[in-house]
């Protein structure tokens, strides 16, 4: 299992917007990721309803988690993605 520990970068959290970008960036990754509060039960990270119902707010800590071949490259993007509140999903890291 390869994980991620990550800071929500964007002001409002994974809402609305935000949680549009993760999602299509999941999805285009390829790659099956789960995403849960440090604390909590991970969820699939390229459901929209799932991540919304997060309700991750910005600063707080998430965990990204894959157990899927090439899983660190894309954990590392969605991470970049995810930290710096970024509006498109990084080619490289």
Known sequence: MVERRVNVGWAEGLHARPASIFVRATTASGV????????????????????LGLGAEGG????????????????DRLAKLVSE???????TV
Do not use: C, Q, Y
């Open 32 to 51: 099956p990721v789960t995403i849960a509060k440090a604390d909590g039960s991970p969820v699939n990270a390229a459901s929209m309803l799932a991540v």
């Open 60 to 75: 707080e800590e998430i965990v990204l988690a894959s157990e899927a071949e090439g899983a660190d490259a894309a954990l």
């Open 85 to 91: 509140g970024l509006d498109e999903l990084p080619e």
